[in-house]
C-alpha cells in the first residue's frame, strides 16, 4: 500500500510552534526559578502546542482520518518524548559553561518542543494516493451524466472525421 | 518537503547529541581548594570562614563571605549565670489600660525569674524618669517590695526616653560584678518625644550608658518604633521582640534569662578584612562598632552564622586569601581570647569550574540579604512610598531567581518559600508601624540575627 505524508506547512509549523513555546516556558521556568526546574514545564508547554496544532491540522482531515496505527504512533512518540526529556539535562549543564542557565534552559526546552512536534508526524501520514488524484481517476462520479453522453458522442464525432482523412 | 526533512534532521541531532552528552563520562573536575571553612579555636568559640564558591571569577564579580562562631559545650539548660538587670518600663500616657498592664506583667516576670544571686533595678519613664527600685539583689524581701512597687505603676504624659537611659546606667554599672551579666530590659509601646527623640542620639545614649551590657527591646502594641527597638537590640547583641499579647512577655523574659545559662563568651566582636582586592561591601544585619561586628553574648552550644557580602576586583588565576577574620571575645571568667582565620579561594577563569555550584553559604547570604531588602521594603510601604517598595519587592524576586541555577538545590524551596512570606507580609502593611509592618520587620531581624538554632 502506498504511503503519502500529507501537508507538509502544518506539520512544520507545529514543529516551530511547539519549540518556541517550550524554550519560551523553559526560560521563564528558569528565570523565576519555579520549582522542579524547567523540565516539566518545557514539556507541559511543547505538549500542549503540539495537541492544538495537531487538532487544528485534523480540521483539515474531513471525513479522512489517518490510519490507527498512525494515530497510536504519535500517542506513543509523544509520551517516548516526554520520558526521554530528563535525558536533556545533561545536554543542558553542558550548554551552561558557554550560556547563561536561563538561555541553556531555553535551548533544552526547544529541543523538547521539536521532539514533541515531530512527533505529531504520523497523523500526517495516509495511506493511497492524495485527494485530488483519486478523484481525477473517478471522473464519472462526478460529471453529469447527460454532459457525459454529449462529450461521447462528439468524442465519437471527432473519431469518425478523423479516420475520413 | 525540503523542510520536513532539515525539521527530522534536526530532531535526530538533538537527540543525538543529547544522548552522547548523557553518557559522557563526568567532567573531572579539580576538587575545590578551599570548600571546607577554616576553622580556629580558642578559648570556648570556635571560629570558621568560608566563601560561596571555591572558584572565583578572574574577571571580578561579588561573593558571600560566611563567617560562623560556635561555643563549646551541650546547649542543655544548667544553673544559669547569675544577672545585673536593669529594667526600664514606659508610663507614657499612651501606655494607660491594657499596656501598662502588660508592662507590669513584664516586670512580673522578671521579678520572678531571678533568684539572690541576680540584683536588679527597675526604672520608669515619662515625661521624666524614676527610680521605682534601686539595683539591689534579689532577695525574697526584695521581690516583695518590688512587685508592690510594680502595683502601683500608671501611665501619665510624656515619653522620655534618653532621661531613662541616663538614670539607668548607674544603676546598671552599681551591681557590675565579674560573676554577673550585664542585661537591659526596655519595655515601651511609643515613640520618644522629650529629651533626646532622635534615633541616632538615643543609639549614642545607650551605648554610651550601656558599654558591654545586652539590651534586649519590648514593643508592646501598634505604635511603638519598631526601627529604632531592632537598632538598640542590633548594637546591644540583643534581641527584639514584637509583643501582640500579655502571654508573650513571661516566656519571652524567661527566655532572656535563661540565655545566660552558662554563658561562656562575651562582649564577642568580629572584625573583617578584604584581601587581595577583595573588598566588604557591608555585613548582612549587623551594623559595625568602629571596624568591628559586635555579635550577642553566646551559650554554651550556640552557634552564630554572620554573612558579609565582597566585591571581589579582577585578579590573577591562582589561589588566595580573600578575608581575613579576626574573632576577639572575654570568656565566663573574663579572661580576654583572640582568633584569626582566613577564606581562602582559587581565581579562574575556567568556564566549566565556574559553573559549579555554589555551597550553603550562598544561600544563606541570599537569606539575609532577602531580609534586608524585606526590611526595606517594609519600611518604604509603611511610609507611604509604594512604588519604591515594590521595586525592592521585585530585587527580593531577583535575587531568589538569580541564585537558583548556582544555590545546593535543596537550599531552594525554603528560600523561595521564605521570599514569598516576606512578600505577603510586605503587601499586607496598609500603614507604618502597623502589625504586618512589625511582624515582617521582627522576622528580618530574626532571620539576621538569630543563632542558627534558632530563638
Known sequence: ?165 | MLRTAVVLSLVLASATAAAVAALRPPHKTPPPPADPPAVVRDGALRLSARLDRSWLDSRGGASYLEIGVAAEGAPERGPRTAVNAVLIVDRSGSMSGEKIARARDAARALIAELDGEDRLAIVDFASDAHLLLPSAAVTPAFKEIALAQVARLQATTGTNLSAALDLAAPQLAQGRAASRLDKVFLATDGLANEGVSDRAGLLRIAARDFGRATVSTFGIGEDYDEDFLASLAAQGGGRTLFVHSASQLEPAMRAELTRSARTVARDVRLEVRGMSGARVVRVLGYGADGDAIRLPDFAAGEERRVLVKLALAPSGEGDADVARVALSFADAEGAAHRAETTARGSFTLEPARLALRANEALAHGARAELAELARDAAELKGAGKVEEARKLQTRMRYLVNGIAAAAPPAAMPALRKEAESYDVGVNDIQAGGDVASKSVKQKAFDSLRAPVSGW
Not at chain 1, 108 to 121: F, Q, R, Y
Not at chain 1, 139 to 152: A, M, N, T
Open chain 1, 1 to 165: 500500500m502506498a504511503l503519502r505524508f500529507e501537508d507538509h506547512a502544518a506539520f512544520q509549523r507545529t514543529c516551530l510552534i511547539a519549540a518556541a513555546c517550550s524554550a519560551l516556558a523553559a526560560y521563564y521556568a528558569t528565570w523565576m526559578a519555579l520549582p522542579k526546574g524547567f523540565l516539566p514545564w518545557a514539556t507541559a508547554a511543547a505538549l500542549v502546542a503540539s495537541t492544538i496544532f495537531a487538532l487544528r491540522a485534523a480540521e483539515r482531515w474531513d471525513d479522512e482520518l489517518p490510519p490507527a496505527v498512525c494515530i497510536v504512533s504519535a500517542v506513543a512518540l509523544a509520551a517516548g518524548a516526554a520520558l526521554a526529556a530528563p535525558v536533556l539535562l545533561a545536554l543542558v549543564e553542558l550548554l551552561r559553561i558557554v550560556l547563561s542557565a536561563a538561555l541553556a534552559a531555553a535551548l533544552g526546552g526547544a529541543v523538547i518542543g521539536l521532539w514533541m512536534g515531530a512527533a505529531t508526524g504520523p497523523l500526517h501520514v495516509r495511506a493511497g494516493g492524495d485527494r485530488i488524484a483519486r478523484r481525477l481517476l473517478d471522473p464519472e462520479s462526478r460529471i453529469d451524466p447527460e454532459l457525459l453522453r454529449q462529450l461521447r458522442e462528439r468524442a465519437d464525432q471527432l473519431e469518425k472525421t478523423r479516420s475520413a482523412f
